[in-house]
């Protein structure tokens, strides 16, 4: 066993503070990897203070991991010690049911293991659920091979934290949706989920559009390579733009007005929901039947479509905009995300937690 720097959130209410936890030397299938950087996801921040229910504590957050193989199990042929490489939001999954043989493993049938706020699975017996899952505030983890992403040469690896939640959060649905050049996009909000999702839609040949409440975004909008930009907040967006979209990417998670985004699509377009928000929001049947709107959600991607998501940042020139920070900062950022201030997407150096024994 390993013992390992952290950062933990003792419970719901009290700070981030240090921690260690032990990371098993690797099974056959195993590889055990230095964590060099961690990226800070809105919804660590959701787990870490129990606002979706059922937090599990201590709680080492951070499921945007990437690093490189330390050490590699006796049956391991997909990775080798020195590889770049990247964990994203589970471990591991049933990898028996429906979804897992379709390499759709998020939506396991009997849950994948999350990567942090979780529970590990035995290795034999594979629906049982051993020791709680720790996240990537850390300096190494281990996870089975075929839960491990290679990261293309040349990516920023700093950079290419995020990509292992907020790319494949945006990738997965504009794929899922068949997004190809110029069909109109639009994306609302933009923080850690919207920048990526207007540079991987431009990439595709979309015409994309962010819609935003903060008219001093239209810079940062058009700059991440959006085709245009309109303010939200007097309402009159709504009027003027209606059924003007194929696709809307909504990635907020503050409460607002599902209704009035959808009459912005197209007679048989798409809005698909990234966000979570704390109080549940109407849909008017109305607005969907007028123009037979469809209104769906997405998660994560599985294990192949996030590699594909990685070979396609890769091959686009694609990398989250990030600002790096030491572990000590943590509590900080996390005040600083709830204010939106962040262009677009905290990334903890671990080489701050100091090194492991």
């Known amino acids: 066993m390993h013992k390992t720097p952290a950062y933990?959130?003792?419970?719901?209410?009290?700070?981030?503070?240090?921690?260690?936890?032990?990371r098993r030397d690797p099974g056959p299938?195993?590889?055990?990897?230095?964590?060099?950087?961690?990226?800070?996801?809105?919804?660590?921040?959701?787990?870490?203070?129990?606002?979706?229910g059922g937090s599990i504590f201590p709680m080492?957050?951070?499921?945007?991991?990437?690093?490189?193989?330390?050490?590699?199990?006796?049956?391991?042929?997909?990775?080798?010690v020195g590889d770049a490489v990247g964990v994203g939001c589970f471990v591991?999954?049933?990898?028996?049911?429906?979804?897992?043989?379709a390499g759709e493993e998020q939506f396991?049938?009997?849950?994948?293991?999350?990567?942090?706020n979780g529970y590990e699975r035995d290795a034999m017996h594979r629906f049982d659920r051993t020791r709680p899952t720790y996240g990537g505030y850390s300096t190494r983890i281990t996870v089975d091979e075929a839960y491990v992403l290679r990261i293309p040469d040349g990516m920023p690896l700093d950079r290419a934290a995020p990509l292992l939640c907020a790319g494949i959060t945006t990738y997965s649905p504009l794929r899922h949706h068949g997004v190809k050049p110029g069909d109109r996009v639009a994306v609302v909000g933009l923080g850690g989920l919207g920048h990526m999702a207007v540079k991987i839609a431009a990439a595709m040949g979309a015409e994309v559009t962010v819609l935003s409440t903060s008219e001093s975004k239209r810079a940062d909008a058009k700059g991440l390579g959006a085709?245009?930009?309109?303010a939200t907040g007097d309402g009159s967006v709504f009027k003027e733009r209606a059924r003007s979209f194929d696709l809307i990417i909504d990635s907020v998670s503050a409460e607002h007005d599902y209704n009035a985004y959808l009459g912005l699509l197209k007679v048989g377009g798409t809005m698909v929901l990234l966000g979570i928000p704390e109080v549940p929001a109407?849909?008017?049947?109305?607005?969907?039947?007028?123009?037979?709107?469809?209104?769906?959600?997405s998660m994560i991607g599985g294990i192949a479509e996030t590699q594909e998501m990685l070979d396609f940042c890769a091959a686009h020139d694609i990398a989250a905009d990030i600002e790096l920070i030491d572990i000590d900062a943590i509590n900080d950022a996390y005040e600083r995300m709830l204010?939106?201030?962040?262009?677009?997407?905290?990334v903890i150096d671990t080489a701050s937690l100091g090194q492991a024994d």
């Open 8 to 22: 933990a959130a003792p419970n719901a209410t009290s700070p981030l503070a240090p921690f260690t936890v032990e």
């Open 29 to 52: 299938h195993e590889v055990l990897i230095d964590i060099l950087y961690c990226g800070v996801c809105h919804s660590d921040i959701h787990q870490a203070r129990d606002e979706w």
């Open 60 to 80: 080492v957050p951070g499921h945007e991991i990437v690093g490189r193989v330390a050490q590699v199990g006796s049956e391991v042929t997909r990775h080798k």
């Open 92 to 101: 591991d999954s049933c990898r028996t049911c429906t979804q897992c043989e």
């Open 108 to 116: 396991c049938q009997h849950g994948m293991s999350a990567t942090y």
């Open 227 to 230: 085709h245009d930009f309109a």
């Open 282 to 297: 109407p849909v008017a049947a109305g607005v969907l039947i007028t123009g037979r709107r469809n209104l769906t959600g």
């Open 339 to 346: 204010k939106g201030d962040v262009r677009y997407r905290f």
